[in-house]
């Protein structure tokens, strides 16, 4: 293991497009640009007709009567669909991906403002929408259960009666760790510090929001959908289970993207709704939500109420860390994550210490809000797990009056003790922290900015040094423990090589932004030296690329990746064979120079790849055993999962007067193990760090005590723009990975993991004057001004 | 896709035409200017209207900033970004500038008019705080082209609620141009291009070192934006003074009504109202005195 310690990439020129890895220009970028992306809005089908969809107004109700009638003589409605009739069908009500169920139109209840209830199809979107109005529910208005921490109390209304037995709001418990041995070092310790904290519910808020463009052809039996999706082999096979067409008639299409972020993750109502509309009117069906729709029903993030403690010497030496959390999962249990892990990655949350033990204990209850639970990059949970480890380390530093980043220094996991296994049993593949660290340190001028907080605050002034240290788990994983609803996440690729030289590249996963058609490229590129804009990259098409589970969790290359390297190198292996045969010399003579081989000791005998894929496929005998073709496909299995670092520092100043935060710095070390195209790499750094500048002072999906949703547009829930964001100083080491074939780690989300615990330990920290040991996100300047008047309470 | 009801839309071609529309449809009609607060409220089906009279083709007759003797006239048409560019208005009237700045985003501010943004009668609305502080009046034209001059006083009703009467229009505004002015304005907000938590302008008047008058206008800190005439009462006549900026302050906390909601608690944002005060009486103080 090598760990490169470096602050900046040599840059390669742009224009001389590097063979392999490298700065290279986004090659999806020229249309994005020019306004020549294809959105699932932009797919207009001959004949199509158009859906939307009613959704209840308030939180929880019991359906009396829906009259429809009204809105089926209104122009340009084609049909109008109720639950009742779903269920005629066996429709109303489908699988999540936890194994719960989610009604597709409600009829017995609904269970949060904005669930579906029924649909028009119209000839245009206008009629669609005109024609909701008409239709006539009649609710029964129940009582609501808002507040998670008042579900479980006895007499609490129940909100999932469709189960069978079901008498109270319980979703499921679960923990990790070993609990008496962990209450057995908090007995002994010098030190314990506990902290309740809330990670505050969240939306994904994608640019583009959910939607679909369904087509189901009667006379051939096929389905083709286009859809919002970041995992469309695992919708393809989700609606043959569900709808009962049989899946070789289904093509999920996932066109461009436009942000996912977790948020597309799931299946919606909305899609099925898409899809029985087709089946009904034999007409191509478009729906596409609104933004309140997007931001009220669809998959929220977070939502996690944490106890968090910690032991430790009076010397600083971390023992051990114990939590308590209550989870908020919404109406039906829709998170998103491997099923034996109901709670996602939390389990990482002894984060990057090592540590004697460690206890979890998680209860997850039923509220009436929007399912989800899913990703917003949060790679399964880890984004909660992180925040609670690295406050909570900041709260110990606090009470034992050490330096925060000396107390971090002092008990990381050393770079011998890798692999790692915690005490909740994550094997940390690889990982060199303490260089991380220094490298952010030495970025930040850390103690000059002491020095200069010192100078501030004998002026009165508010100036806060906040460090996140976080390490992820991604690139889920190994089959062997990881599934989604019984598909293994294993990822396959195909790659072929033209007859020219040229070559295409078939992947599972869909890219949302993550610029995919360059980084795998890239992959191929390094391993059989073709360049880069020389391969095509397909991807997002059921039908044209292999099965696989799609982009999330920071998944693609650490298992995608993986499998395209290693396709390229199955090609290569067989290229190296017809080389041989070409130059007439045995296979062991040859050796590769990056998209040449040459005889060993004769260097002016050689042929290009280009050269072996024209034989591979022309006339001319090939070596004994060799078919022809240039072509290779495979399914990577990961053995473990990845285990990305970084170092955040955040500055912030905050105006005494008004309490508003100013981020005036934010220094980033990231380690993803091997680079690929530092750029993109760099981008989805610089973009989890706006997000994690959103939900540490602004985003939050609030509900008030009906169960109004109080977050259903961008002007109530509040996205950063880039004033509240300073410019972002990047750096970086490198540990690559021992298990990945290119040493490659998952980087999507690490800045939303690492950024916002960095952001609230700044203010706590400027806010020390005052007395403030922890106060919770989102840190509006209202929140700052009560922390600092020592009311600081939690935001739910 | 968010749209509104089906309504009906026709463009006026005078400010006469636009008024004998608004007669003949009567108030199932509506006026629309910059639309950036009509058209969100109709989109998300909050409001409907049957007729729309659009007036943005009257940019010539009503968008315009005249700077006369004693008097600076602005039509109602103008939009935000005209007012936040113009050198006439910032030399005399800073607080203009500095209220545009922080009035929503650069794509608004190009469609959105000052009058649009008084007859919508937001209570989280900055340009009727600046009005309030500046001491403007309002020119409302009628059917028949009778004109009436009503104070920024009389012009707020109640929240969302104006003088501008059935078949009425807003012209202009009037801005009384006094010596020894000084105006400035601040705003709170969660995020640049949010509403304010809470606004505050001022503007002072001196006289050989002297107040001779000062108003306060607020925002987003009750029903209504009007000035607070006992700050104006505490402040005429005296010297500017640290403590008499933290006179003022106190008065402006305890005169509003703010509730508490997303955008923050009622104790937060009357600290603001006072806090908001003093920072913007002391720097008008400083314009007037450069
Ligand atoms: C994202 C966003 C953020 C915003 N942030 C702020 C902010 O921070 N501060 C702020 O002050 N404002 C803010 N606004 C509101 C913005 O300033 C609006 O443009 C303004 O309030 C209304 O002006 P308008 O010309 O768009 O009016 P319109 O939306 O066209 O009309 C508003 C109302 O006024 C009536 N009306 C318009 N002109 C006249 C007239 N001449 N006579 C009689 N009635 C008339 C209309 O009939 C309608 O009822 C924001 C708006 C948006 C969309």
């Known amino acids: 293991m090598t760990t490169v310690h ?4 040599t840059f390669h020129d742009n224009d001389q497009k590097p063979v392999g890895y490298g700065r290279m220009l986004r090659k999806e970028d020229p249309r994005f640009v020019r306004g020549r992306g294809r959105f699932v809005d932009d797919i207009r089908l001959p004949g199509m007709l158009h859906l939307a969809i009613l959704r209840s107004p308030v939180a929880h109700a019991r359906i009396l009567s829906i009259d429809t009638s009204a809105a089926e003589a209104s122009p340009g409605v084609k049909a109008v669909v109720t639950g009742a009739m779903l269920a005629e069908q066996g429709l109303a009500w489908m699988p999540t991906l936890s194994n719960d169920v989610q009604a597709v139109l409600a009829t017995d209840k609904v269970r949060f403002q904005g669930q579906e209830v029924a649909f028009v199809v119209a000839e245009d979107g206008y009629a669609a929408r005109d024609a909701l109005e008409l239709i006539d529910v009649e609710y029964d208005v129940l009582d609501p259960v808002v507040d998670a921490r008042r579900a479980l109390e006895p007499g609490a209304p129940v909100i ?15 923990e990790t760790g070993d609990e008496a041995a962990t209450a057995a070092v908090f007995a002994r310790a010098d030190v314990v510090v506990s902290q309740d904290l809330v990670y505050p519910r969240v939306h994904p808020a994608p640019m583009e929001t959910c939607g679909a463009v369904a087509d189901f052809d009667a006379v051939d039996g096929k389905l083709r959908l286009w859809s919002t999706t970041q995992a469309p082999h695992a919708h393809r096979t989700l609606y043959a289970l569900v709808a009962g067409i049989p899946e070789h008639k289904i093509q999920v299409i996932s066109p461009d993207i436009g942000g996912g972020f977790g948020n597309k993750v799931p299946i919606y109502p909305g899609y099925v709704c898409a899809i029985v509309a087709s089946i009904v009117t034999g007409k191509p069906v478009k729906w596409m939500e609104d933004r309140s729709e997007n931001l009220i029903s669809t998959g929220f993030a977070r939502d996690y109420i944490m106890r968090g403690e910690i032991a430790a010497t009076r010397d600083g030496r971390i023992l051990a860390i114990r939590t308590n959390v209550l989870a908020d999962h919404g109406a039906f249990n829709g998170t998103a994550a491997p099923v034996k892990y109901p709670a996602g990655f939390f389990g990482v949350f002894t984060g990057s210490y090592d540590i004697e033990a460690a206890y979890c204990k998680m209860t997850a209850v039923f509220t009436n809000k929007a399912p989800g639970g899913v990703a917003y990059a949060c790679s399964f949970r880890i984004t909660e797990a992180v925040y609670l480890v690295e406050r909570i380390v900041d709260c110990l530093a606090d009470e034992l009056g050490m330096d925060p980043a000396e107390l971090r220094l002092k008990n990381f996991i050393r770079p011998e003790q890798f692999p790692y296994t915690t005490k909740t049993g994550w094997v940390y593949d690889s990982g060199d922290y303490e260089p991380t660290m220094r490298l952010a340190m030495e970025m930040a001028g850390y103690a000059d900015l002491r020095r200069e907080q010192q100078e501030k605050r004998a002026r009165g002034e508010l100036m806060g040094i906040g460090i996140a240290f976080f390490t992820e788990a991604v690139g889920a994983g190994p089959r062997k423990n990881m599934d989604i609803l019984g598909l293994g996440m294993a990822d396959g690729c195909e790659l072929r090589v033209h007859p020219t030289g040229k070559a295409v590249v078939r992947l599972s996963v869909q890219s949302q932004g993550q610029g995919h058609e360059t980084t795998f490229a890239q992959i191929v590129a390094e391993e059989i030296g073709i360049p880069p804009d020389d391969i095509d990259v397909v991807h997002g098409d059921t039908d044209n690329t292999p099965f696989g589970l799609g982009t999330y969790g920071s998944r693609s290359t650490p298992v995608s990746g993986a499998a395209a390297a290693l396709v390229a190198r199955k090609v290569r292996d067989k290229a190296r064979i017809i080389a041989s045969g070409m130059l007439e010399v045995s ?22 790849i ?14 004994e055993g060799v078919e022809g073709g240039l072509e290779a496909q495979i399914c990577y299995n990961p053995s473990n999962l990845t285990y990305p670092h970084g170092a955040y520092i955040c500055v912030v100043d905050i105006d005494p007067g008004t309490a508003q935060v100013k981020v005036r710095r934010f220094i980033a070390v990231d380690d993803c193990g091997t680079r690929i195209n530092p750029m993109i790499i760099e981008g989805q750094v610089h973009g989890g760090l706006a997000d994690g500048v959103g939900m540490a002072l602004m985003e939050m999906i609030a509900f008030d005590e009906d169960g109004n949703c109080l977050g259903a547009s961008l002007m109530d829930y509040l996205l950063p723009t880039a004033l509240e964001v300073p410019d972002w100083e990047t750096g970086f080491t490198v540990t690559p990975s021992p298990h990945h074939p290119i040493g490659a780690k998952g980087v999507g989300e690490s800045a939303t993991v690492g950024s916002p615990p960095a952001i609230v330990n700044a203010i706590v920290d400027a806010l020390e004057p005052f007395g403030v040991r922890h106060a919770d996100m989102p840190l509006t300047p209202s929140r700052v001004w009560d922390a600092m008047r020592g009311n600081a309470r939690p935001p739910i | ?28 009609s509506r006026l629309i200017a910059g639309g950036h607060s009509l058209l969100p409220m109709m ?17 010539d007759e009503l968008g315009y900033i005249e700077a006369g003797p004693g008097e600076m006239r602005i039509g109602a048409l103008t939009r935000h970004r005209e007012l936040l560019e113009s050198a006439t208005l910032t030399a005399a009237f800073p607080i203009f500038a500095d209220a545009e700045r922080v009035i929503a985003d650069p794509v608004v501010r190009n469609r959105g008019t000052l009058g649009g943004s008084l007859c919508q009668a937001d209570p989280s609305e900055d340009l009727s705080a600046v009005c309030t502080a500046l001491d403007a009046s309002c020119v409302i034209r009628g059917p028949g082209g009778a004109e009436r001059l009503v104070s920024m006083e009389e012009f707020h009703v109640g929240p969302y609620e104006t003088a501008v009467g059935d078949g009425e229009i807003l012209v202009e505004i009037r801005l009384p141009v006094r010596p020894g002015c000084g105006s400035a304005y601040e705003k709170v907000e969660r995020r640049a291009g949010d509403w304010a938590v809470v606004s505050a302008g001022a503007a002072v ?7 001779s008058d000062a108003r306060v206008g607020l925002a987003a800190v009750g029903p209504n934006t009007t000035g607070i005439p006992e700050i104006s009462a505490a402040l005429r006549g005296q010297e500017p003074s640290e403590s008499l900026f933290e006179q003022a302050g106190a008065i402006a906390a305890r005169s509003c009504d703010p509730a508490t909601d997303q955008r923050g608690s009622a104790d937060y944002k009357r600290h603001l109202a006072d806090e908001l005060t003093r920072r913007t009486l002391r720097r008008a103080v400083e314009r007037a005195r450069s």
């Open chain 1, 6 to 9: 470096e602050r900046v990439d």
């Open chain 1, 160 to 174: 999932r009666d469709d189960l069978e037995g079901k008498t109270d709001n319980h979703c499921f418990d679960w």
């Open chain 1, 587 to 608: 296979v062991a003579d040859l050796e590769w120079d990056k998209g040449s081989f040459r005889v060993k000791g004769d260097p002016g005998k050689s042929v290009t």
């Open chain 1, 610 to 623: 280009q050269d072996v894929a024209m034989r591979a496929h022309g006339a001319g005998d090939l070596p």
């Open chain 2, 1 to 28: 896709m968010q749209v509104p009801a089906p309504f009906e839309y026709e463009r006026a071609t005078s400010v006469d035409h636009a008024i004998s529309l608004m007669e003949r449809l009567g108030s199932t």
């Open chain 2, 43 to 59: 989109k998300l089906r909050l409001a409907s209207f049957d007729y729309l009279i659009d007036i943005n083709d009257l940019h």
């Open chain 2, 205 to 211: 008047w001196l006289d050989g070192g002297v107040i």
